[in-house]
């Protein structure tokens, strides 16, 4: 009877903050009503088009013509191997396995808490792990065949722009925001400059420029390839960002600190490295997070200088295949597009809440 009684309460007390919160007033009342409606309508057509009217299986788009049909599904599982790799040889991906268990060795250790020795998994993610990849991915090195960058694609891909993005503009932020508060004016004057030309310009003028306008800057005997090319601009176009939101932080710092490193007698570089920006980056791990998530989403941009990615790669699978032409093709191929980008984003949001609750840094009263 008591745990009946127990239950009945906390229904009571649910039952009158739902009431109080979404139905204190009739004006409340009626957009509360509205709203859940509207929110049943679009969950009960998702679950129709991706759950119940759906295609399941098929070996061409014909299953999928059939009139008040759903989502195409077949179509992804007869395309995921050239969602998830593009056209990388299918003999050699056991070579872009292994350099994803590589990454995970780095990866999970480090951003797991109470796990040892950051500083060399930090090392080990920076420095070790992007030559072992650019060796098995790239081959031509220990007998690996060579698999030129033009075959890279998908998601394969994009964890490549969006992983190198993320780990070659985060060092770059950094020195760009402390270059923008030195004392020396030539460096701050070169700092601001380049954030400030950067931030003047989107992403696809950086790309542009270096798939195109850079090569004729070069000799005509030296080529880089475009992959690198994309690669340099996405870092140094995000660097920019980050250096704004690192500068936020830096300035939330109290006077105070760098007072008291200087009273210890630490020089600069050491002041800012064990001192100033440990207590900013705490600061600012929200907007970094954000920044790195968008910069995961505009990897899609790549499409534009001929690389594909891994909406790219579903773009040009609906256009050039006709084998799978019907009404639900492109909304599927996009869907699954959409769903694996949230999927990344989400766990990154999720990460980042994490961390904040651990490192405390919500300043919650």
């Excluded at 060399?120 to 081959?139: D, E």
């Amino acid at each position: 009877m008591s745990n009946l009684s127990f239950s009945g309460d906390n229904a009571a007390r649910w039952f009158n903050a739902l009431r109080g919160t979404l139905f204190a007033t009739p004006g409340q009342a009626g957009v509360s009503l509205a709203l859940l409606a509207i929110s049943g309508w679009i969950l009960v057509a998702f679950v129709d088009w991706t759950i119940v009217s759906a295609v399941f299986q098929g070996s061409d788009g014909s299953a999928c013509r059939v009139p008040g049909a759903g989502a195409c599904w077949p179509f992804i599982t007869h395309k995921m191997g050239l969602f998830l790799y593009g056209r990388y040889p299918e003999a050699e991906l056991w070579r872009v396995h292994l350099t994803g268990l590589l990454a995970l060795a780095g990866l999970v250790p480090l951003m797991t808490p109470r796990v040892p020795h950051k500083l060399a998994l930090s090392l080990y993610m920076l420095v070790v792990f992007p030559i072992l990849a650019s060796i098995l991915l790239y081959g031509g090195l220990f007998g690996l065949p060579r698999v030129g960058t033009e075959r890279w694609g998908g998601l394969l891909l994009t964890l490549v722009i969006a992983s190198v993005g993320i780990a070659a503009s985060f060092p770059l932020g950094v020195l760009l925001a402390l270059g923008r508060r030195s004392e020396l004016p030539i460096v701050r004057w070169l700092s601001i400059g380049y954030i400030e030309l950067v931030r003047g310009v989107p992403l696809v003028t950086v790309l542009f420029m270096a798939s195109v306008m850079l090569p004729l800057f070069l000799p005509p005997d030296v080529t880089i390839d475009k992959l690198v090319r994309a690669l340099v601009g996405v870092a140094l176009f995000s660097a920019a960002y980050i250096a704004e939101v690192i500068r936020g932080g830096l300035q939330a710092i109290p006077r105070g600190q760098y007072e008291a490193a200087e009273a210890l007698g630490l020089g600069y570089w050491r002041k800012m490295g064990l001192i100033v920006l440990p207590q900013a980056i705490r600061i600012v791990i929200p907007g970094l997070v954000n920044s790195f998530i968008s910069l995961f989403k505009d990897t899609s941009l790549v499409l534009i200088i001929g690389l594909f990615d891994l909406i790219g790669i579903i773009e040009q699978s609906i256009q050039a295949d006709a084998k799978w032409f019907s009404p639900q093709t492109a909304s599927t191929g996009y869907f699954f597009a959409a769903a694996v980008f949230w999927a990344f984003c989400f766990a990154m949001s999720r990460y980042s809440a994490a961390l904040e609750r651990r490192l405390e840094t919500s300043h919650r009263r």
